[in-house]
């Protein structure tokens, strides 16, 4: 009896030192960075395994992970890391391959949004937010949108609803200090180094500023979906939703102002922007928002005042600028229809002079306007409109300036 117990105790220490053996031996392959030799010895050696304890399952399972991560196998990383941490592995050991494999699947799905093969990023990004989804809820925002670039909308769609049940707002806080040298303002990458910069004197003006909620967006990316998908009531049914919930977060109304323009409904989207107005009277880009579909809607003349406004607000909008010239040249081309389809009689050469004289009135109208947009930044746009503008108008010294400023910029 006592010779059985002890070749059974030979058998077990031999047996042990085998499964130790051959995981040591594949370990060595995994660091010498044979990856395939480390898996096939691992997967030749499953019985052996398996009848070992807790503890070498749990180390080869967490071999298996790592061996995964390199081989950017990552859904058998995930499982693997599982498995041993169910097996008994700590976190201690496991966070750090964790972190590893997260870098990798990012740092993969950059790739293969480069490389436009969107769905895969999408996926990817998913894991990560998956492995935790308490710190890594960035990337479920970032993988719904890989899967809008990949018309994947019902993908898109599960995402970002799963993004608007749990609040995502993505607000983060950007830091900054003025470089004392150059005077130039950057941005520091994070609050630890932000708040060595900002005691040493080659830095000055230390601020802090929050981003916007990304809720706003991910509510209109849902409802512009459904209407992707021809579901508008499910589209409006969102944003009112929403809206029920935060009902002065001017966002979401711009949001939902957006939508009706995107449903072509210009006169609720019209109201919508009214109530934000209302609520935010000094945002030039509500005023601007408003001349586009007043002008969409043929109300030039309250188009006009919006973009006004939002110049008046904003002066260095560009857009601004170049929309109220494009409205006030809107009803140009039929003027010079009716020019070129008059004839030689006293009546028609009457009628051409008054056409003409209006036709001028309206580029009279826009010189002082492309005027003030050129001494901001020389928009070359503007350059451009402008100095074809002194050409039809006569003036040779203006169309000159123009052209020569024209060239400067080329």
Known sequence: MKKLLLYTFIFFISFSSAQKKELRSANK?????EFSSALDLLDSSKELFDSSDDKIKA?????????????????????????SSDLGTSEQVLN???????????????GDNENENF??????????????????????YYAASSAVNAQDFDL???????????????????????????????????????????????YSNPREEETESKFPEIVKNI???????????????AIEEARSSNPDDVGLIITAANIYFELDN?????????????????????????????GELGEKEVAESYYKKSIELDPNNENSYLNLVALILDGEQEIVNEMNNLGTSRADNLRYDELKETREGLYRKC???????IALNNNTEAIRTLMNIYGTLGDNPGYVEMKNLLDQQQ
């Open 29 to 33: 392959l995994y660091s010498s960075g």
């Open 59 to 83: 180390q080869v399972m967490l071999l298996y992970g790592k061996i995964h991560t390199s081989m950017e196998t990552f859904d058998l990383a995930i499982r693997s890391f599982d498995m």
């Open 96 to 110: 750090p391959e964790i972190n590893k494999l997260e870098t990798s699947i990012i740092t993969s799905a950059i």
């Open 119 to 140: 769905i895969e990023a999408a996926k990817k990004l998913k894991m990560v937010f998956d492995l935790n989804e308490d710190n890594n809820k960035l990337y479920l």
């Open 156 to 202: 898109s769609l599960e995402y970002y609803l799963k993004l608007r049940d749990i609040k995502y707002e993505g607000i983060e806080t950007k830091y900054y200090v003025t470089e004392v040298s150059s005077g130039n303002e950057i941005e520091i990458n994070s609050e630890a180094e932000f708040n060595l910069l900002k005691k040493s004197k080659d």
């Open 223 to 237: 409802a512009l979906i459904y209407k992707e998908l021809g579901q508008n009531d499910k589209a409006l049914a």
């Open 266 to 294: 210009k006169e609720a989207f019209k109201l919508a922007m009214a109530e934000a107005i209302q609520k935010d009277p000094n945002n030039p880009i509500l005023y601007y928002n408003l001349g586009v579909v007043s």
């Open 367 to 373: 010189v002082p306007i492309l005027k003030e947009l």
